[in-house]
């Protein structure tokens, strides 16, 4: 069975910085991209951070780019994000996912998704 674990969460001010962290069980962790999505209250969720395998290649959606930092460990099975320069609007539920992008992150990356959900983590940055 494949699990994500994320953690990290917590209350941050605007402007602050904060590092997530995800572990996946039940598959070969460097077999696979790997991305962190965010779904804030009444939203839908969206993707914010695509890594490759090797950690070569990735994505980021504007709303992000030069904020957020994806990093992956394959010995420790484990996906990082690290969130700098934090606003209010990113104030969501985090949660990471295998993907089947696996040398690139291709364009659609958000939609190659494998596997059920984690339970997430909440960040939540006050004005």
């Known amino acids: 069975q494949v699990k994500m674990v994320e953690s990290g969460g917590a209350l941050v001010q605007a402007g602050g910085s904060l590092t997530l962290s995800c572990t996946v069980s039940g598959l070969t962790f460097p077999d696979y991209g790997m991305g962190w999505f965010r779904q804030a209250a009444g939203a839908e969720r969206e993707g914010v951070a695509c890594?490759?395998?090797?950690?070569?290649?990735?994505r980021y959606p504007d709303s992000v780019k030069g904020r957020f930092t994806i990093s992956r460990d394959n010995v420790k099975d484990t996906v990082n994000l690290r969130m700098d320069s934090l606003k209010p609007e990113d104030t969501a539920i985090y949660y990471c996912?295998?993907?089947?992008?696996?040398?690139?992150?291709?364009?659609?990356?958000?939609?190659?998704?494998?596997?059920?959900w984690g339970q997430g983590t909440l960040v939540t940055v006050a004005s």
């Open positions: 890594i490759s395998w090797s950690g070569d290649s990735q």
């Open positions: 996912a295998p993907l089947s992008d696996y040398d690139e992150c291709s364009p659609s990356w958000p939609l190659n998704t494998l596997y059920a």
